[in-house]
């Protein structure tokens, strides 16, 4: 596990038509991580990677 940071979360999406907020795919508990990805190239900038997961999916 790499995650700088893990969370249990609802994923939620930008609805542009109301301007508010809708649960994606019908809603439930993710687990959501962040973490560093390693450059191939010494840029001077940092990449990240948000990875989630329905629990229910793993069920």
């Known amino acids: 596990d790499s995650y700088i940071v893990r969370v249990k979360a609802v994923v939620m999406t930008r609805d542009d038509s109301s301007g508010g907020w809708l ?7 993710s687990r959501v991580g962040v973490c560093k ?3 191939a190239e010494l840029t001077g900038r940092s990449d990240f990677l948000i990875h989630g997961e329905r629990l229910k999916d793993k069920q």
């Open 23 to 29: 649960a994606q795919e019908g809603g439930g508990l």
């Open 37 to 39: 990805v390693m450059p």
